[in-house]
């Protein structure tokens, strides 16, 4: 009996576990894919710099329209459901069994046999393989995305390193040298109109837009990422966006190049429909998200227009 509860018990610890994978693998699919692209030029192989690691530069907006844009992790919510399902059906059915609750069966079931624990072990490993390969998948694309940057270079222990508060001051003076007219606050609200118009273009799978925001790196990932939506026949749409702080963390120059990167906490909605159908495929349309990125930005140093170059996930 004390084997069969310890079994039991394992089987259901699983079946948590497969759940979770799953809807790992359907979290956050806004415009980007909750993932991290792009350039930061030479610090784009160092983690954005953390706010505790510098002063803060806020500005917040409680609520805003609702643009709507989202994007869905490759590889389709609807399958990976379709599979969790089926899987979590065979481990219910065999955990019912094992306790006697079958058809015909009474509470002195026979118990799992070394058949039943063979093959929940497989069916864990299967999906444990399926989402990583999705997951590096993935992370490839990003790494490619790097590799192919005109101006990226080998990290060095110097240009890894994590940036401080003394190196964002400094930061921002130079760039102060260079545009007299730069002010903090004017440019974090200039990043939540940036980033409402991209969400907007990437609901509508239009970039047109919002073209002359995006650097070439960000442009052609967003392209490719709409071209497959549109292929699918699906829209990615966030609702309800709340932008509720923009705070800058890094500023720096190099090559000719103003950098600033800043962590963005915003909350919305995020779900995909159907073009056909506009049934609801993947995410929720009343259970919001809450996300935290850093979106860096770039120009040619002096005071012409900022692009978007980069997205870190925090």
Known sequence: MIRK????????????????????????????????????GTRSY????????????????????????????????????MAGGIAGGMLGGMLFRSLGMGAGGGMGGGGIGLFEILLLAGIGYLIYRFVKSKRQAAEQGASSSY??????????????QISTG????????????????????????????????????WMNRDLAPVNALLADEMRGTFQTDIERLLSEKKVNRLENIAVRTVEITEAWQEQGQDYIT??????????TTDDATGQVVSGSKTEPV????????????GSGAWKLSGIDQK
């Open 5 to 40: 509860i310890v079994l039991w018990g394992c089987a259901a610890l699983l079946v948590s576990l497969t759940a979770g994978l799953f809807i790992a693998a359907e979290a956050e699919a806004r415009a980007g894919g909750s993932r991290s692209f792009g350039s930061r």
């Open 46 to 81: 160092s983690r954005p710099a953390s706010p505790s690691a510098a002063p803060s530069t806020q500005q917040a907006r409680p609520t805003s329209p609702s643009p709507s844009a989202q994007q869905q992790p490759a590889g389709g919510g609807f399958l990976r459901s």
């Open 147 to 160: 590799a192919s940057l005109p101006n990226t270079y080998d990290v060095t222990p110097q240009n890894a």
């Open 166 to 201: 003394d190196d964002l001051d400094r930061g921002l003076a130079h760039i102060r040298q260079m545009d007299g007219g730069f002010d903090e606050n004017r440019f974090t609200d200039q990043v939540m109109d940036i980033f409402f118009k991209i969400q907007g273009a």
């Open 262 to 271: 800043a962590l963005i906490y915003a909350n919305l909605l995020d779900y």
């Open 290 to 301: 809450k996300f935290e990125e850093f979106w860096t930005f770039t120009r040619p140093v």
